[in-house]
């Protein structure tokens, strides 16, 4: 969108028109109010308040064009079909704990790999703090509310030389390989040069995961890993930002994509990021020059549906007001840092879902939702919706309003809660709560 400013006047709670000619197509409501029940699992009272459908707060996915959802189709899955899961780990009392580890310590040797953890970008919105570990491990404990997080000690891995012998038969003269040593172990990671390319250097996210696998601890139910270094998959990849091996119960997130010094450089949309993604007027732009005010057909009943007139009251036009009242994330670093530490915290507890064996979500806008690029990814909510809260509270035994009170007091940590991230996301888990009290 090239307006400079924009007020957000109205939001939209419905798939942008581009859905109806893609592969995508919303269950329906009664499908969706469905969807979080199940045979095998009765919620307390005060948590279904909390597994309700509210569509001024969980509105449809956004479906723009390049859009995951608008791409490719997406099997739903229920709260009964998660029950039902065979391939899904269930959480015992022998194994609970959700282990964090830090990007791995570099040999003094390898001075050239530790230049690939800086971007070759001359610019000051790039000298920003990685995010800090204990801060994200915070952040996973609210959100999984119930499970003890821990991380381990830096000391536990690190990147030192491998020997491999030359082969006149190499195709990629760029790739080499590098070795993660790990306790008493070394594993082998495939590693590739960038000479014109935001990072000078990534590592192999699939030699990662399986490194991560070697280590995961008799006691844990997940492990994240959580490194510096741009990755990449095949050799078709530009790069790539993390997965899951949710049966394996690992993950692997990289930070280097989510520096907000690099935002500009990756086309990344700062004006209508979440929440300002539902947008009316935004949405709009990216998919035609209809007029905003016009009544749309939908496919669906919910009345926040129509964008004809003001946006009612509810936790996402709370969430979009206290958006609107922040400065820009470049006017000071320590907005810049909250940013990247909220992309960490969103994208970090997205591929922990998959370890509890949540699919991605096609039901809702929500944090469990696919993404196609980094550009949607800034899009994306915190938030679980229904149906994958549901989902959660079934693998950890918490209670809907523990677990949103957690959250809400990260969120409104000193340094946090005045943030594009995290304020945004008080001020809907505010109204959440506000609401179920009602």
């Known amino acids: 969108m090239s307006k400079a400013k924009c007020d957000h006047s109205s939001l939209r709670f419905s798939p942008s028109s581009h859905a109806s000619g893609g592969h995508y197509k919303r269950p329906s409501q009664r499908q969706r109010v469905s969807a979080t029940k199940s045979n095998a699992r009765a919620f ?65 040797s390898l001075e050239f790999v530790r230049e690939w953890q800086k971007p070759k970008v001359s ?71 960038r000479s014109n390319e935001i990072y000078g250097g990534q590592l192999n996210l699939d030699d990662l995961l399986d490194a991560a696998i070697s280590i995961l601890p008799k006691d844990a139910y997940a492990l994240i890993m959580l490194v510096d270094f741009d990755l990449y998959e095949d050799e078709d990849d530009e790069f790539v930002c993390g997965r899951a091996y949710g049966g394996s119960r690992v993950a692997v997130v990289s930070s280097a994509r989510y520096n907000p010094g690099l935002d500009s450089i990756q086309q ?38 129509d964008n004809s007139g003001p946006t009612l009251d509810g936790p996402m036009k709370d969430a979009v007001l206290a958006y609107k009242r922040l400065p820009s994330v470049d006017s000071a670093p320590p907005l810049a840092y909250a940013l990247w530490l909220g992309r960490m915290c969103r994208t970090a507890s997205h591929e922990l879902g998959h370890c509890f064996g949540i699919a991605h979500c096609v039901y809702y806008a929500c944090s469990m939702q696919g993404t196609a690029s980094i550009c949607e990814d800034a899009r994306q909510p915190a938030y679980l919706c229904p149906v994958d809260l549901a989902k959660l509270l079934g693998a950890t035994g918490s209670s809907a309003a523990e677990r949103y009170e957690a959250l809400l007091a990260f969120c409104e940590r000193p340094g946090n809660l005045d943030t594009h991230f995290f304020g945004p996301f008080a001020a809907w888990i505010r109204s959440r709560l506000y609401l179920s009290d009602e």
């Not at 608008?70 to 899961?85: H, I, K, L, N, R």
């Not at 947008?279 to 939908?298: F, G, H």
């Open 268 to 305: 990344i949309e700062r004006l209508h990021a979440w929440p300002a993604s539902h947008c009316a007027e935004y949405m709009a732009s990216c998919v035609s020059a209809e007029p905003v005010l016009k009544k749309q057909k939908t496919r669906t009943n919910d009345k926040a549906s």
């Open 123 to 193: 610019t000051n919105k790039c000298q920003i703090d990685t995010p800090n570990i204990e801060e994200i491990k915070d952040y996973l404990a609210a959100f999984y509310h119930g499970l003890p997080v821990k991380v381990m000690p830096p000391s536990r891995s690190r990147i030192i030389p491998w020997d491999e012998p030359k082969s006149k038969s190499r195709k990629n003269a760029r790739q080499q390989y590098l070795g993660l040593n790990i306790g008493d172990e070394c594993v082998r990671i495939r590693a590739r040069t």
């Open 44 to 108: 307390a009272r005060n948590d279904k308040l909390f597994l309700d459908e509210d569509p001024l707060a969980f509105p449809a996915p956004l479906i723009l064009p390049g859009d995951d959802l608008a791409e490719e189709a997406e099997e739903a899955q229920s709260f009964q079909e998660w029950v039902d899961g065979e391939t899904r780990n269930p959480v015992t009392a022998k194994r609970k704990t959700l282990y964090v580890v830090p990007s791995p310590r570099i040999d003094p």
